[in-house]
């Protein structure tokens, strides 16, 4: 049987087992301290510190399931049992198991990504940043008859589904809390193999061993344990918003659309990351693959899952974790290939993402929505390291940027990558290497992100749902990364939690006003559904008007698109040109025909920047091949 919500899936109400003492304090006095507060699952304890000359009473490392260790490993999370005594949450978390990347030891732009806490499989904690000002209330079950609740912004953090920890000093949510009238919130959740590793096929369907997607379940058990939690924090908890960044924006719009999840929030902020992005998702078989593959680097033996598919499990949950860790990066596969993503298990994600957004129904959501400037510049250079200079500036000739198209697309056919080219060309500038390096990373960051974006926005939009749309264009006057890199995939997330009015960073006053903006807009969205007062524009996103809010420090209003041209021509053009999905080519047959083979090979290779009759013909060839194929 398909399991269609959280508390059939996860075995709530709560188990009424007794978790091992956590502290001996005497329980009988809470109700005098301001810092305990009664949830469903035991008393809790935080700590109050002052931010902004304001107070702000913060709950680290509440745990919300058990420790996924032993027997537990790969399986769904399990609610924690309820304690007794009060717990002191007053210290971050365990960071789940990942890897650190290390490409530039010491480097602080790449060290501020890193694990800052123990890494350990026991690691499903969340946290919660209340300001002074809402009142916390021992009693759950007890009725606010005043209008004090406030919304709940509840952070799903990003890392390609592999790496991340909501223990981040960028993620602290202090000011955030101290700055606006609304309650933060994050959780843990397992990553990389830990949290995805997926063999379905080998069990029956009411088995618990193999099923997937176990980070998706962890963040669904959290926010569910936070709904039902929100009162004694002061909050409503029919106003739970989600908002999370690159893999934590593809999280939030899996939880808007799941059967499982679909109606516990009906608000999403989603930051440089949707669903429908090509890293976000998973098939079945490939994440089969990946798994056989894992089994046979850690020594377990995949060739017999089929006649002892429990001996395998029980060898796996054997290996040693930091084994695990490693091993299984041996199957990442190019420039955001990574290993692990929510995989179409039928269950939580029932069918292909796209399929799912053109059936859904979505009146009753609201999105904040939008992308960043350069989103492809850092994924460039941790991919193709031997071509880039993190500190620039980078030239990029001709034949390194045809290499580089070559591998990131050497899946597709012959006249996709061909059209990419076409697309990505400027013809009067083919040897300039600057203009090539500008357009490698326009084609990695419209691909993988933008333009992603900007179809989830318009098919939500066609189905109901309210959409508002940002564009980030703020370089920040003391970013670490060459400058060619731009306004990077995730340089907005220092805004959205108020890093800039830490007086101890360095950053100008002009940065400082953009983010009490964004945390204004973002807490606004929470409360109301729309992130500006009615007397400022920021029209909804549709695909007939598609208008977006300017993020930046130096100027604000409205733009159109973003990207509009690029973004048709991965959205509208190049699936013209593609097989259906599903239909495979035969292994024989061509992959584009002759004639445009040549055209493009002659584009290609005219680097003299001077237009002829034939380059200015080339499109519409294409065009006519695009006719001839269909």
Known sequence: MVLTTVGQALGIPWSINSLSLINTTASRDYHTDPLIVETTTGLVKGFSKTILGREVHVFLGIPFAKPPVGSLRFRRPLPIDPWHGVYEANRLPNSCFQER????????????????????EDCLYLNVWVPQKVRLRHGGLQEDTGNSKKPMLVWIYGGGFMSGTSTLDVYDADIVAANSDVIVASMQYRVGAFGFFYLAPYFDSDSEEGQGNMGLWDQALAIRWLKDNAKVFGGDPDLLTLFGESAGGGSVSLHLMSPVTRGVVKRGILQSGTLNAPWSYMEAEKAVEIAKTLIDDCGCNSSILAEQADS????????????????????????????????????????????????????????????????????????????????????????KFLEILDNIFKNVTRIERDAIIFQYTDWDQVNDGLVNQRMISDIVGDYYFICPTNYFAQLMADRGTKVYYYFFSQRTSTNVWGEWMGVMHGDEIEYVFGNPLNM???????????????????????????PVPD?????????????????????????????????????????????????????????????????????????????????????AMISLVVATIQ
């Open 101 to 120: 990347y290390e490409y530039f030891p010491g480097f602080e732009g790449e060290e501020m990504w890193n694990p800052n806490t123990n890494i350990s």
């Open 312 to 399: 395998v499990m029980e060898c796996m949950r054997d290996i040693d974790a930091k084994q695990i860790s490693v091993q299984q990066w041996n199957s990442y596969w190019g420039i955001l290939g990574f290993p692990s993503a929510p995989t179409i298990d039928g269950v939580f994600l029932p069918e292909h993402p796209v399929d799912m957004l053109k059936r859904g129904d979505f009146p009753d959501t609201e999105l904040l929505i939008g992308s960043n400037q350069d989103e492809g510049t850092y994924f460039l250079l941790y991919d193709f390291i031997d071509y880039f200079e993190k500190d620039g500036p980078s030239y990029l000739d001709r034949e």
């Open 504 to 530: 101890s960073i360095q950053f100008n006053n002009k940065e400082r006003n953009l983010s009490k903006i964004m945390m204004e807009a973002f807490s606004r969205f929470a409360l109301t559904g729309k």
């Open 535 to 619: 007397e400022v524009e920021w029209p909804l996103y549709t695909r007939e008007e598609a208008q977006y809010y300017i993020f930046n420090a130096e100027k604000t209003g409205i733009g159109r698109g973003p990207r509009s041209t690029a973004c048709q021509f991965w959205n509208d053009f190049l699936p013209k040109i593609q097989q259906p999905r599903n239909q495979k080519r035969p292994s024989n047959s061509p992959t584009c025909p002759t004639q445009a083979a040549e055209i493009m090979a002659d584009l290609s290779s005219s680097c003299n920047g001077q237009h002829n009759t034939r380059h200015l013909l080339a499109a």
